[in-house]
């Protein structure tokens, strides 16, 4: 690892204080150039509270949002290079340090919202950052990839570097060296003489805090510790990991107590069902809370190891990825996905914040227009008003167990019903208007794709094979077998004769719709077909893969007519706009390109999300552009006002 010191004022790119003046005004903040709205704030990674308890900081795939924590209402959202895996307050909470994926760490006027500084080392993720009891340091930790010439195979390997800075200069001090894979977790002793460090090398590293020297290691944890914490008193360092143990199939995730003085080991505490991701001690000393990859989140006896609570989070059905106490310990908050606010004194749920969502793998206009449904990772299907964008209805609340993602969305024409497909249900039927469930089709199996035929009267869903339901009686019409490989697209013609699927194997299949009587075989992608739509006028199927190419086939014939190539990641979501002029792709990477559908010719690129475009749906009368994100973010996207800027130079 190189140990040249990089310090970067910034002179520009201020980002100025947004005072809250109305609920939806926050949609409107450091929108990408040519986006009307944005629906969601984003999958919430990390929580923390200001020392004065004045402010809540939540580092999302969007930003980092700001909140009073009294009103609970937004008030600034702080923008960096991508995601911001840590975020913590300097002690007289005047600064709030970020550190992001390229290794940058931001320090943040908490006052203004203004950007004071970047301190930047030749490093990769900044997993965690944390300010010495004293305020004087702040420490971070690392991954970072160097060259493998051992065995001359050019791998990148990634090791862990902690870097300690002089928190009022930004001046490196210190360059900590040891762990041989990504430094997750920080912990300083109460006194502050001791931190503490837990690498994916399993290792739990105890240094010097004032020298760097390294004063000892724990190597019993077989598996990557992502949490650390000391408690208040000082005379405890808690670890938690995870790691999948075969052949049994299960997790062994263990919360293991050590004494800071001699090292010996304490308790183990055990009953998380997955990799444990944060650790905190209550302001009070008395309790320690954890949660886990699977959204558990438990109260523990702080000096007996006994479990005192589990508490019963709805909304971290994606997992729990970060946990903090405000500094009063009334509250105790969670991030994992959404946000969620308990009391810390009897574990009842208080509130969650409005706006913070798991991944969106689907979305779907109304027919009226005035509904944008989007589909979770988490499991739920949230209703959004396309005019005020507020969140109007949350569909299939409640703990699930396992995956629960909800893979895909369709109305059905008439507009009365929305179906959704579960990769642990099947195929949910909601109605429309009320949000209340009607019926559930369970023998449609792991859905991976839905889609109405365009007279309204069969729903189709793809999985290991292709089921065709009638639509009024909710009977089983056919059973479509062929596939080698579960079917992730499906597309009617607009004439409703024609049902296209593709397939994980880059294959895609034509259907007589009637019938069920398979027709043709398409070959040319080389691995998993991901998107499929027909051009309005029926002509053309475009289809896009994995391999990173989008096919315009003819819809008569079913031979290649062009091949659109550009993308560098994945083709997941493509979309005609209603007078067939526009393709839209979105890719893995978040970007989404716009192709003129007759010629094939790339004109213009489209960015604003920070992870991949699962879907994309014109608006009916061809002006928005809709495109949902695991980011947890909708765009809509008014193709009239599009800056030249994005257009390709």
């Known amino acids: 690892m190189k140990t040249a010191f990089i310090l970067t004022i910034l002179t520009f790119g201020i980002f100025a204080f947004v005072a809250h003046t109305a609920a939806q005004d926050y949609q409107q903040w450091h929108l990408p150039e040519g986006v009307k709205a944005r629906f969601g704030k984003g999958v919430a990674h990390r929580v923390q509270f200001s020392p004065d308890n004045t402010q809540l900081a939540v580092t999302t795939t969007t930003g980092i949002w700001i909140y009073d924590a009294e009103t ?117 002793s109460a006194g502050g003489s001791t931190l503490a460090s837990g690498g994916g090398d399993g290792k739990i590293q105890l240094w010097e805090a004032d020298t760097g020297r390294l004063k000892r290691t724990h190597s019993e944890h077989d598996h990557a510790i992502y949490s650390l914490a000391y408690s208040l008193d000082g005379t405890t360092l808690a670890s938690g990991y995870g790691i999948y143990v ?43 809370a954890s949660a886990d990859a699977s959204g ?57 914040l409005i706006g913070h969502t798991a991944g969106i793998s689907s979305l779907a206009y109304s027919p009226d227009g005035a509904t944008i449904s989007t589909a979770g990772t988490d499991g739920m299907v949230r209703l959004w008003d396309t005019n005020t964008g507020k969140l109007k209805q949350i569909l299939g609340t409640g703990p ?26 099947g195929i949910r039927l909601w109605d429309a208007s009320t949000g209340k469930p009607k019926h559930t089709l369970k023998r449609s199996g792991t859905v991976q794709s839905l889609v109405y035929s365009p007279d309204g009267t069969t729903l189709t869903n793809g999985s290991s094979e292709i089921h065709l339901w009638d639509a009024s009686t909710r009977e089983l019409k056919h059973t479509l077998k062929g596939h080698t490989h579960w079917v992730y697209a499906l597309a009617y013609s607009p004439d409703g004769t024609t049902l296209a699927s593709g397939d994980g ?25 991901f998107a499929l739509a027909y051009s309005p006028d029926g002509t053309t199927l475009a289809s896009g893969s994995r391999d990173r190419v989008i096919y315009f086939w003819d819809a008569t014939t079913g031979e290649p007519k062009q091949t659109l190539k550009g993308h560098t990641s994945q083709v997941y979501s493509l979309a005609y706009s209603p007078d067939g002029t526009i393709l839209a792709s979105g890719d ?58 994005l257009k390709p130079k």
């Open 72 to 188: 609970l209402h937004e008030s600034n959202l702080l923008t960096g290079p991508g995601i911001a895996f840590s975020v913590v307050y300097s002690l007289d909470g005047s600064t709030l340090a970020s550190g992001y994926g390229d290794g940058e760490i931001r320090l943040w006027d908490t006052r203004t919202g203004r950007l004071k500084q970047i301190l930047k080392q030749h490093t990769k993720r900044v997993f965690s950052l944390l300010y010495s009891p004293d305020g004087s340091t702040l420490a971070s930790g690392h991954s970072t990839g160097e060259y493998n010439n051992r065995y001359r195979t050019g791998e990148i390997l990634e090791f862990g570097e902690i870097h300690l800075w002089d928190a009022s200069t930004g001046e490196l001090k210190h360059t900590l060296k040891g762990h041989t894979k990504p430094v997750y977790s920080l912990a300083y």
């Open 246 to 288: 075969n052949p049994n199939g299960k997790w062994d995730n263990t919360i293991h107590l050590w004494e800071t003085h001699t090292g010996e080991h304490k308790h183990s505490l055990v009953g998380h069902i997955n990799v444990i991701t944060s650790l905190v001690y209550a302001s009070d000393g008395t309790t320690l």
């Open 296 to 352: 558990m989140i438990r109260l523990w006896n702080a000096n007996t190891g006994a479990l005192k609570q589990t508490l019963a989070s709805t909304g971290h059905n994606d997992g729990a990825s970060s946990l903090a106490y405000s500094p009063d310990g009334n509250t105790l908050v969670s991030a994992g996905s959404e946000v969620q606010l308990w009391d810390a004194h009897t574990g009842e749920h208080i509130q969650t």
């Open 400 to 425: 699930r167990t396992g995956r629960a993602n909800v893979s895909s969305l369709a109305y059905s024409p008439d507009g009365t019903t929305l179906a959704s497909g579960d990769w642990a249900v």
């Open 505 to 529: 194997d880059g294959v895609i299949h034509l259907w007589d719709a009637d019938t069920g009587e398979h027709i043709q075989r398409l070959t040319g992608h080389t691995t998993y077909v």
């Open 588 to 645: 893995g990477e978040g970007i989404i390109r716009l192709w003129d559908a007759h010629t094939g010719n790339y004109k213009q690129t489209l960015e604003g999300h920070g992870f991949n475009v699962s879907s994309l749906v014109f608006s009916t009368d061809g002006t928005i552009l809709a495109s949902g994100s695991e980011d947890g973010t909708v765009l809509l996207w008014e193709l009239g006002q599009l800056p030249t800027i």
